[in-house]
């Protein structure tokens, strides 16, 4: 009796071993089956990041900082922490938007601020100054034009307005503030 049942143990040990190396021959070869994409794959890191882009007179146009900036090649985005852009015009005031994250999209220059973003224009005389605040703004630069479609608050000197969104040509100076608009004037 005690024969027969180690001849079955030893025949089970067997099965498993058998069983353990078809499982572990298919699980080798299981990536191979599968289609091998490239994925949402981190191409390179850039920790403090600061460009300027010049005009052809060779004064700058526009500087855009980042505390870490991380490219995705799948769809060609680079990703901001902490993004400071800066827009210098002459005749105009200078405008800065900072947020907690940015995304810029390479192949269309576009920006795009996210959480607690602000805007402000400096103007040589204080008293034309504002800020801004919202949660989300798309900016194109090269069009002079930004958008938001997130609640936004303007805070001027005497003035406090709020809307549901906004668009804005920096190059025309018009904004259209849309939904529920306030306007406070103190």
């Given at each position: 009796m005690k024969d027969r049942s180690a001849s079955w143990m030893?025949?089970?040990?067997?099965?498993?071993?058998?069983?353990?190396?078809?499982?572990?021959?298919?699980a080798v070869k299981l990536p191979q089956l599968r289609p091998v994409s490239k994925g949402h794959n981190i191409d390179f890191i850039i920790d403090g990041l600061h460009a300027t882009s010049f005009s052809a007179q060779g004064k700058p146009e526009s500087t855009l900082s980042a505390q870490t900036m991380i490219h995705y090649p799948d769809d060609n985005t680079?990703?901001?922490?902490?993004?400071?852009?800066?827009?210098?015009?002459?005749?105009?005031?200078?405008?800065?938007?900072?947020?907690?994250?940015?995304?810029?999209?390479?192949?269309?220059?576009?920006?795009?601020?996210?959480?607690r973003v602000k805007?402000?224009?400096?103007?040589?005389?204080?008293?034309?100054?504002?800020?801004?605040?919202?949660?989300?703004?798309?900016?194109?630069?090269?069009q002079d034009y930004a958008d938001t479609d997130q609640p936004i608050q303007i805070k001027g000197q005497n003035t406090l307005i709020t809307a549901g969104g906004m668009n804005i040509n920096?190059?025309?100076?018009?904004?259209?503030?849309?939904?529920?608009?306030?306007?406070t004037y103190h």
């Amino acid at each position: 009796m005690k024969d027969r049942s180690a001849s079955w143990m030893t025949l089970g040990l067997v099965f498993l071993l058998a069983l353990s190396t078809f499982w572990l021959d298919y699980a080798v070869k299981l990536p191979q089956l599968r289609p091998v994409s490239k994925g949402h794959n981190i191409d390179f890191i850039i920790d403090g990041l600061h460009a300027t882009s010049f005009s052809a007179q060779g004064k700058p146009e526009s500087t855009l900082s980042a505390q870490t900036m991380i490219h995705y090649p799948d769809d060609n985005t680079l990703w901001m922490t902490a993004p400071d852009f800066t827009q210098i015009k002459q005749n105009k005031p200078t405008m800065t938007i900072t947020a907690k994250r940015g995304k810029l999209l390479n192949n269309t220059r576009q920006i795009y601020f996210m959480d607690r973003v602000k805007i402000q224009a400096i103007y040589t005389n204080t008293e034309k100054n504002w800020v801004a605040t919202t949660q989300f703004l798309h900016v194109d630069p090269h069009q002079d034009y930004a958008d938001t479609d997130q609640p936004i608050q303007i805070k001027g000197q005497n003035t406090l307005i709020t809307a549901g969104g906004m668009n804005i040509n920096t190059r025309t100076r018009i904004a259209h503030l849309l939904q529920h608009v306030q306007v406070t004037y103190h």
